[in-house]
Each structure stands twice: as C-alpha cells, then as structure tokens.
C-alpha cells in the first residue's frame, strides 16, 4: 500500500482530521514546515550505543504531540509522534554503531531544510 493511498483512506475515515490538516497548512505554509519548526529545521542526531537507551518518546515528541492535540488532532500521543519522527528523518536514532547513522548525518548536512522539498506530492481531499 502506497502512502498516497494511506492519506486517501485517512482523510476518508477522518475529515475533521483532513481539516485540521488543512488549517496548519495555511498558518504555517506546509506542514512539513510546522513539523521541521520544531527541529529547527535540521534532523536531531543522537548518540545511543545500545538499543536499550533508545527511548520512546521524548521532550520534543510530547511537545509535538500537545500541540497536535490541542489543535484537535487525533492518535498523536508521543510514542507515535517519536515514531514518526524517527521514521521521517526529524530524529536521527540510529545506533553509532550502524552505518545508517553516519549516512543520515552526512545527508543532514547537505542540504538546509527551510522549505518544503517540491518533490513532494500534495494531499487532495475531496
């Protein structure tokens, strides 16, 4: 299942979600840009040597995740907000040991992340 058809089927099952979507589009110009203000704009790269020190979730996931939930968002607690972070490239929590780690530092660093990448495609509900 693509991600297009997951942020069909979301907006299917959750309008009100969709909406709220929408409005921070507007105030913040993407939410890419709302999710990277809260990063500065650049990935937070750790430095866990076991797995076991991997938290999850953290002071920048509950913030996130408040925020989320004051503006009326749904299924953002700060586990799934970590998660999310880890997996869209907000938090670097590759152990020093992997080669990931190194690799995502390196890509962190080429390019500043002020804007929205164009290379994304735009979510339309209808």
Request: proline letters at 6%; charged letters at 20%.
């Amino acid at each position: 299942m693509s991600i297009d058809m997951i942020k069909g089927l979301y907006c299917l099952n959750y309008p009100d979600q969709t909406l709220i979507y929408f409005q921070v589009k507007r105030e913040f110009g993407s939410f890419d840009k709302y999710l990277w203000g809260y990063v500065n704009h650049k990935p937070i790269s750790t430095q866990y040597k076991s797995c076991q020190k991997i938290p999850v979730k953290t002071s920048k996931s509950e913030t996130i995740s408040k925020d989320m939930v004051k503006r009326g968002f749904r299924f953002v607690g700060p586990t799934v907000i970590h998660s999310f972070m880890q997996a869209g490239g907000l938090s670097n929590d590759h152990l020093i040991t992997c080669p990931r780690h190194l690799q995502c530092i390196a890509l962190a660093s080429q390019l500043p992340r002020t804007v929205a990448p164009s290379s994304q495609k735009k979510l339309i509900c209808k």
